[in-house]
């Protein structure tokens, strides 16, 4: 799916900041997709874009209102129905990647239908994807992986993507979860594919391309998370990734969700991936580790960080206290 921007974000009624992570994301990676932002009067989050009407956003050219804020449940809310409706009669498509789906709430698809407008479930895909076939694809691709979930994959992706475009790198971000599909306009919720066709779904989002090209796909889940180690296997067949960036938060004790399993270590979590890897790209090879060192003091971090790096030889960042040149320069240059 592919969403039109620019883009009106809808931060609702969110309670506080972190329920507008999803606006806020937008925001931060992609500022030029937003001409504003919507909030109702009990909102509690600011992206600090300006505060529009939805007539207003209208005229500044917006061709989608995105959803940026969960609530419990991932719920559409029945505060939000009226503005919702409001857009699209406006002229904008809506796009959500909230459990509820907009397609399923009648009054929105009659006006969407009666408007000539598209409602975007991003979470749930809406084409049907081929069995794979493991055939080598021209281009380059660069592959997030963890030691659980929810270690940084999705950030360090999209800090390598804007890395690369700052070198001057011919790339795009490939995403495949729900937040990264609304970040960047397009992927697949590789995590709602159908088992079978999760392979297949990541070679159709990173087609044959140019040889100087580079795909980054954001990686899910963990080989060693019990729940979603199903959907990284098929993620990585289906990316024949050249280069692979492992991600890590060092200050767990237990895999998230699952306190009877123990994190792997990183260099038993490289050897894991690399053999999964090697089934689809033999040449497949890490050039980096990308720690989220968010609960650690910065000495400790650093501290940290070297001792990854001495032991495994590769650069070892956190991409948010150091950002990922090395990590970049490392990949051109086992390219190269």
């Given at each position: ?17 972190l329920a507008a992570k999803v606006a806020q994301g937008i925001k931060q ?308």
């Amino acid at each position: 799916m592919e969403l039109q921007k620019p883009y009106l974000l809808f931060l609702g009624d969110a309670a506080d900041p972190l329920a507008a992570k999803v606006a806020q994301g937008i925001k931060q990676w992609h500022p030029e997709y937003c001409v504003g932002q919507f909030r109702l009067e009990s909102c509690q989050a600011d992206c600090g874009l300006e505060d529009m009407t939805i007539e207003a956003a209208a005229k500044a050219g917006a061709k989608t209102l995105v959803i940026g804020v969960a609530n419990r449940g991932g719920i559409i809310s029945e505060e939000w129905i009226s503005v919702l409706k409001e857009a699209l009669e406006a002229g904008m498509d809506l796009a959500s990647g909230l459990h509820n789906r907009l397609n399923d709430i009648p009054e929105l698809v009659e006006v969407a239908n009666r408007a000539g407008r598209k409602l975007f479930d991003v979470r749930y895909p809406t084409q049907s994807y081929p069995v794979a076939n493991g055939k080598k694809r021209s281009g380059k691709r660069l592959l997030t992986v963890g030691t659980d979930c929810s270690v940084g994959k999705m950030y360090t992706s999209l800090a390598i993507e804007k890395e690369m475009n700052a070198q001057g790198i011919n790339v795009d971000f490939r995403a495949t979860g729900q937040t990264g599909i609304l970040i960047s306009g397009n992927g697949v919720s590789v995590d709602c594919v159908v088992a079978d066709f999760i392979a297949g779904a990541i070679e159709a989002i990173s087609p044959d391309n140019t040889d100087d090209h580079w795909d980054i796909l954001e990686g899910q889940g963990s080989l060693f998370h019990p729940s979603f180690a199903g959907v990284t296997t098929g993620l990585i067949h289906g990316s024949q990734a050249d280069a692979l960036v492992l991600c890590h938060e060092p200050t767990r004790t237990h895999m998230r969700g699952v306190p009877e399993y123990s994190l792997p270590s990183i260099q038993e979590c490289m050897a894991a991936n690399l053999a999964t890897a090697r089934l689809t790209n033999p040449a497949a090879h890490f050039v980096g580790i990308s720690v989220n060192t968010s609960q650690l003091e910065e000495a400790e971090a650093l501290a940290l960080m070297d001792k990854i790096e001495t032991e495994t030889g590769l650069p070892t960042v956190d991409p948010f206290r150091q950002g990922v040149s090395r990590i970049v320069e490392c990949a051109v240059r086992e390219d190269a």
